[in-house]
């Protein structure tokens, strides 16, 4: 990710897009404004059967979600 002060901000959606699990992790960038990998473990009980991953950047300068990366999972 490149993303402002290597903070990544991800959300769990459940089928219906209720929130499950929002959190962030720190990007491993090798300086400002370079990409760096990132990761982080989410552990999540839910009975529904698929959902999404959202991977985005807050705005410094107005707060909205920016870069968001939408990955459509199926929970087991």
Do not use: H, W
Not at 31 to 51: L, V, Y
Not at 60 to 74: C, N, Q, T, W, Y
Request: net charge negative; charged share 20%.
């Amino acid at each position: 990710a490149r993303v402002f002060e290597s903070v990544v901000s991800i959300r769990l959606l459940d089928s219906v897009g209720n929130i499950l699990i929002q959190t962030t992790t720190m990007a491993n960038a090798p300086d400002a404004g370079q990409f760096g990998p990132f990761e982080k473990m989410i552990n999540c009980i839910t009975t529904d059967s698929s959902g999404a991953l959202e991977v985005y950047q807050v705005s410094a300068k107005d707060g909205s979600e920016i870069d968001k990366v939408s990955v459509p999972l199926l929970f087991n």
